[in-house]
């Protein structure tokens, strides 16, 4: 693996994890995850963000450095835009090689630095504003950036090439390749990045989206040219493209979403996917595009990224002894926890001897402000009857997501 020519003096080392590990320990990645660290030359070297040891990642970055004639031992400067231990986990081992290098990272950062490395010696603490002067008229800007999608997060700005290193931010999942920019691929590998760097967003970012808008504003009048993320392509061609996809998602954290119903279900022996089959069926008479998740047999992951997308949810669960059936009730936590908002939803689910899980749901999306249809329960089998308001209920939902 070789150094990518961003610009002149600024190179991408690059490393592909492709593996059966769960990003974060929660989130499949089945079609792998970059890891993209850079090089900054002036009088002197900055080496910005770094690499945890996963799948041999710090071996590639360490072949990227060799393709220009460099090692570990001759960075000036190591700049940690964000603490999180898939940028900073080699950090030891840098040190090892490298006791010199002084470290940047905001104060929050050198705090975790201290907490998670046990690192107190050559740290410098930066601030919204500061600068770092390379030598030979290259300048470094820094703008602190909280919460995308930790506390002590920032960016690092190259005027001189208008390269803008943002780490986590404007970043996807999927593996590049050989190949690490925009203008590389074409346009189905880059739909195909595109619904992985949603399922990033609605997975990482969703719950810090009034942070992003925040930030996109603060960065509003840097002549930005290239979006050089740590995870995801590089932006050279088209860097107002992943700037206006970004804000966008941000934009859905409020509603509306897309005119999109995520269909969410589980079901344990067919009396509740039998209701399901009809909310499609309704669904279906309207014309509005859809997707159907069962749980658990689909991951979180994807179950999250099409319920952030679209406007209008279909939630179905069984009672399960008094209460939600339980792979729903995990997917109800997961969108608490990442805070989806202003959906229209429509819950339905049938029970055996005793209802049970209508309390139990209403209580779990309190605090979501959903615009909530009248749920549909059912003892046993749906009747005839049952099935033709369930078609119905799918038609109303559908019509409410035609009228946005």
């Avoid at 059966?20 to 850079?38: Q, T």
């Avoid at 309704?282 to 099409?306: C, F, H, Q």
């Amino acid at each position: 693996m070789k150094a990518q020519l961003v610009s002149e003096s600024v190179y991408c080392l690059h490393a592909d994890v492709c593996t059966s590990d769960l990003f974060e320990g929660i989130w499949p990645i089945p079609k792998g995850v970059s890891l993209n660290a850079y090089i900054v030359k002036g009088e002197k070297i900055a080496l910005i963000d770094l690499v945890r040891d996963w799948t041999g990642a710090p071996r590639q970055f360490q072949d990227c450095l060799s393709s220009l004639g460099l090692s570990f031992s001759q960075i000036d400067y190591l700049i940690l835009n964000h603490l999180e231990p898939d940028h900073t986990g080699w950090l030891r081992e840098f040190r090892e090689q490298n006791p010199h290098a002084e470290i940047l990272a905001t104060q929050k950062g050198c705090n975790l630095l201290k907490s998670f490395y046990r690192i107190e010696d050559g740290l410098c603490p930066v601030k919204d504003g500061d600068t770092l002067d390379l030598g030979g008229g290259r300048v470094l800007n820094f703008f602190e950036t909280p919460n995308i999608h930790w506390p002590e997060t920032m960016v690092t700005w190259d005027a001189a090439s208008g390269t803008l290193f943002p780490c986590d931010a404007f970043g996807s999942f999927g593996a590049l390749g050989e190949r690490v920019f925009d203008d590389e691929f074409n346009e189905s590998e880059h739909a195909v990045f595109e619904e992985e760097c949603l399922r990033y967003y609605a997975n990482i970012v969703s719950s810090f989206s009034t942070f992003v808008e925040k930030a996109v504003q603060k960065l509003n009048g840097l002549a930005i040219k290239c979006i050089a993320p740590s995870h995801g392509m590089v932006w050279r061609r088209d860097p107002p493209k992943i700037i206006d996809r970004y804000l966008k998602y941000a934009s859905w954290a409020k509603g509306p979403a897309e005119k999109h119903i995520a269909v969410i279900w589980g079901s344990m022996y067919g009396n509740t996917e039998a209701g399901v089959q009809a909310v499609i069926r309704g669904i279906e008479k309207e014309g509005v595009p859809y997707t159907s998740r069962r749980v658990p047999d689909e991951n979180i992951s994807w179950v999250l990224a099409d319920a952030y997308r679209s406007s209008a949810l279909v939630l179905a669960m069984p009672t399960y002894e008094y209460a939600m059936f339980p792979p729903m009730s995990y997917v109800l936590d997961m969108f608490r926890r990442k805070h989806l908002y202003g959906k229209k939803v429509l819950r339905i689910g049938s029970w055996g001897w005793v209802g049970g899980a209508k309390k139990d749901y209403e209580a779990a999306i309190e605090s979501l402000k959903w615009e909530s249809l009248e749920s549909c329960e059912w003892p046993g089998c749906p009747s005839e009857a049952d099935l033709q308001t369930l078609e119905k209920r799918g038609q109303e939902l559908a019509r409410m997501v035609k009228g946005l």
